[in-house]
């Protein structure tokens, strides 16, 4: 990863303190790549582990992962042909049935995602689908809440790895099941603003499988010289497009085989 690397300390450390500010305030910023323009997409993740360091370091506690842009949808509406990876904290994390505060967001969306949660190391590097299956405890619906910090929601990849893969807040739900129970291939998924259907899919649009998308995480982590710990929660990516929301909206994500999630936004 360090041949790629463009950025100095000193710009890494400049940039991550720009998108913590955004992140922790609420407002939006350039997309990085206006200042930086040679800056890469391994840059864009040494950007992610400093702000990484900082959240720890203030006492967020690292609960798992999450994979980003790995439908086709998602990669069309970002113009974007590579996934990538965020980290997700224990304060990023909301109840079902909440009511989320928009206020603390710049450019709020939701979308359905399956979550994976472990219970063995996953390293790399040719981490595979079945690999992921076999160290799953179980899985969950979810549905994550995206919020990228830059203006105009436009950006470029290393910007929107630096920020985190636009990660805000996640709700899970459901009911937990085994993998080996269900065909995670083939799960349809509805999404329903304020009682109306706005999105569906099916499970198939993350890169075939959703454990498929896991399995690339943890090649990508390997990359980065981590590993995935046993019983982290890990987001598989959006079977959906992102959809926006605002105060007084209401979100239902209803997941075949594994039942629903709801929540309500509020200023």
């Known amino acids: 990863m360090s041949l790629d690397l463009t950025l100095s300390r000193e710009d890494i450390v400049r940039l991550c303190e720009r998108v913590e500010g955004a992140q922790r305030r609420a407002y939006a910023i350039p997309k990085l790549t206006d200042e930086y323009p040679a800056m890469t997409i391994a ?13 720890l370091a203030s006492g967020s506690r690292l ?5 980003g842009l790995t439908s086709k949808a998602k990669m069309q509406q970002m113009g974007v042909h590579v996934p990538s990876i965020g980290f997700l904290m224990d304060d990023m994390w909301r109840p079902e049935n909440s009511a989320i505060k928009t206020s603390d967001m710049v450019h709020p969306r939701v979308e359905c995602e399956v979550a994976f949660v472990t219970n063995k190391t996953l390293k790399g590097p040719n981490c595979t689908r079945q690999d992921v299956l076999d160290a799953t405890d179980y899985v969950l619906p979810a549905v994550e809440i995206i919020d990228s910090r830059f203006s105009g929601f436009k950006f470029d990849l290393p910007s929107v790895v630096a920020d985190n893969g636009s990660s805000a807040r996640y709700v899970a739900g459901g009911r937990a099941r085994y993998p080996a129970d269900i065909d995670l291939r083939t799960l349809g998924v509805v999404m329903e603003k304020n009682g109306e259907i706005i999105a569906m899919g099916a499970s198939a649009a993350v ?23 046993a019983g982290s929660f890990v987001m598989s990516g959006g079977i959906t497009e992102a959809i926006p929301v605002k105060p007084g909206d209401s979100i239902v994500a209803r997941f075949q085989e594994l039942g629903s999630v709801s929540m309500r936004f509020v200023e």
Do not use: F, S
């Not at 890169?207 to 710990?229: C, F, K, R, S, Y």
């Open 43 to 55: 840059d864009g993740y040494a950007v992610q582990a400093e702000l990484r360091r900082r959240y």
């Open 63 to 67: 609960v798992g992962w999450k994979a």
């Open 207 to 229: 890169l075939g499988h959703p454990a498929e998308a896991i399995a690339m995480l943890v090649n990508i982590l390997t990359e980065q010289g981590e590993e995935l710990a």
